[in-house]
């Protein structure tokens, strides 16, 4: 079994910054691809931005230039830095792993989500 735990939500100011972690544990042999999805009120869920086990990203239009996603390999860890927020942003962001176990060779998970609310 692999559990993802996300942190670093809550409330913040429009134009503040605000970093989410998540970290994955478990029967892990490779995670090949983390991310980050939001859903908000009223909205089908939408991904915000991916980075894979080399390192390539991909952005959401929408957050380019203002989010930025990293990882620690070592650590098993996701991170997602949010700059220059907006009251859109407002959303539960979820993180997702794409990941290798000794059962298969590649299956979804995602945490419970973390509360992401940005005040005008």
């Known amino acids: 079994q692999v559990q993802l735990v996300e942190s670093g939500g809550g409330l913040v100011q429009a134009g503040g910054s605000l970093r989410l972690s998540c970290a994955a544990s478990?029967?892990?042999?490779?995670?090949?691809?983390m991310g980050w999805y939001r859903q908000a009120p009223g909205k089908q869920r939408e991904l915000v931005a991916t980075i894979t086990s080399g390192g390539s990203t991909n952005y959401a239009d929408s957050v380019k230039g203002r989010f930025t996603i990293s990882r620690d390999n070592a650590k098993n860890t996701v991170y997602l830095q949010m700059n220059s927020l907006k009251p859109e942003d407002t959303a539960v962001y979820y993180c997702n792993a794409h990941v290798v176990t000794i059962a298969t060779m590649g299956e979804d998970y995602w945490g419970q989500g973390t509360q992401v609310t940005v005040s005008s």
């Open positions: 478990g029967h892990i042999f490779r995670i090949i691809t």
